[in-house]
């Protein structure tokens, strides 16, 4: 009879023992905007749709044009809690008057080269024209350098 005792019991705790729960590492605070699962050649953002009740039309009008599509409630199950259930995206992923949209990675990669190129065609031309008053005689300095530091002093 002792044996048979020994062998449930052992079977018991391995039963009981089974289950584990982890508890995370450390807490932080929620995200404000939930993020979806990342796509591949996908990039998300929130677009304004309005401020404070007031409609914003121009702002997700403009967003639409420049390539941007709303995200439907569908298409991102581990967002479904925040569809909303009506006005003109209705299914779609709305927070906060912020609707969740998606653009293909290159029309990012090319806005940002076209921001880029615009932003250096700008110092171009202040370089130009500072430099278009130049005298021989008493140069003008003109050196274009930036730096970014992090701290408070130098490292020992």
């Not at 019991?9 to 905007?33: G, Y």
């Not at 779609?92 to 990675?105: A, D, K, V, Y």
């Not at 076209?114 to 024209?129: R, T």
């Not at 930036?146 to 490292?155: A, I, L, N, R």
């Amino acid at each position: 009879m002792a044996e048979s005792k020994s062998q449930n019991r052992l079977d018991r705790e391995l039963d009981a023992r089974s289950v584990t729960f982890e508890r995370p590492q450390s807490w932080r605070p929620p995200d404000v905007l939930p993020m979806p699962n990342p796509r591949p050649g996908w990039a998300h953002r929130y677009i304004r749709l309005r401020t404070l009740d007031k409609a914003d039309p121009s702002n997700i009008s403009s967003r639409l044009r420049e390539g941007y599509e709303p995200c439907k409630a569908e298409d991102y199950p581990e967002l479904m809690v925040h569809a909303t259930t009506e006005g003109p995206f209705r299914g779609c992923i709305e927070n906060g008057g912020l609707l969740l949209c998606r653009i293909p990675e290159e029309f990012v990669k090319q806005r940002s080269d076209y921001y880029a190129q615009q932003s250096k065609a700008q110092i171009e031309s202040v370089d130009n024209n500072f430099l278009r008053e130049n005298n021989p005689v008493m140069p003008l300095f003109s050196e274009r350098k930036s730096s970014v530091s992090f701290g408070s002093g130098p490292k020992p």
